[in-house]
């Protein structure tokens, strides 16, 4: 099975800055074939279900906004909020889907300092 | 609208049985993978199980294998977990969500709760 490491477990960012998550998967999601990263990001803010931000390791969701980035590639990924807002304060997990089982990490919580 | 709603979570006791259901409208069923994720109270996320498009293929957890069953009708555009021989541990809320790559739809989640 491949395991999904995050880090940190929580962050505090001031409004306006940079927060940076990450991610790291026990074995290669980077398919050959195709040259994507089976690697999937999600927003779970409290009391909701969870919501799709990326795909694909860098392929933001339609009408997810701009300041949500994702990178890496292979075993190492990152999502980055490049501007903290109010509304992003949520909790964040990775997923594969390179194989089953599928594995989410196990969440980021994002807070406002 | 886009929508997947869940149903049939409630009380049971260890050892019973309980049926979840997942209405789906707004897309067409039919051509999407679908997937059960649970959630235990203040926990992360887990896959629970998914099943093809034509139900050809399906795949479960280890840690519900032999006692969930998945299955569908495109027909009914609902998706089903069939949950025997529950545990304390099944203890959470279950969504069911759209495939697409990643999980593109989530529904808001029915609560299990299993306890004597």
């Known amino acids: 099975d491949i395991v999904m490491t995050q880090s940190p477990d929580s962050l505090a960012v001031s409004l306006g800055e940079r927060a940076t998550i990450n991610c790291k998967s026990s074995?290669?999601?980077?398919?050959?074939?195709?040259?994507?990263?089976?690697l999937a990001w999600y927003q779970q803010k409290p009391g909701q279900s969870p919501k799709l931000l990326i795909h694909?390791?860098?392929a933001r969701e339609s009408g997810v906004p701009d300041r949500f980035s994702g990178s890496g590639s292979g075993t190492d990924f990152t999502l980055t909020i490049s501007s903290l807002q109010a509304e992003d304060v949520a909790v964040y997990y990775c997923?594969?889907?390179?194989?089953?089982?599928?594995?989410f990490g196990g969440g980021t919580k994002v807070e406002i300092k | 609208e886009v929508q997947l709603v869940e149903s049939g979570g409630g009380l049971v006791k260890p050892g019973g049985s309980l049926r979840l259901s997942c209405a789906a409208s707004g897309f067409t069923f039919s051509s999407y993978s679908m997937n059960w994720v649970r959630q235990a109270p203040g926990k992360g996320l887990e896959w629970v199980s998914s099943i093809s498009s034509s139900s050809s293929y399906i795949y479960y957890a280890d840690s519900v294998k032999g006692r969930f069953t998945i299955s569908r009708d495109n027909a009914k555009n609902s998706l089903y977990l069939q949950m025997n021989r529950l545990r304390a541990e099944d203890t959470a809320v279950y969504y069911c969500a759209k495939d697409r790559p990643g999980m593109a739809l989530w529904g808001q989640g029915t609560l299990v709760t299993v306890s004597s």
């Open positions: 997923q594969h889907y390179y194989n089953t089982p599928l594995t």
């Open positions: 694909w390791a860098s």
């Open positions: 074995q290669t999601l980077l398919y050959n074939a195709n040259n994507r990263n089976y």
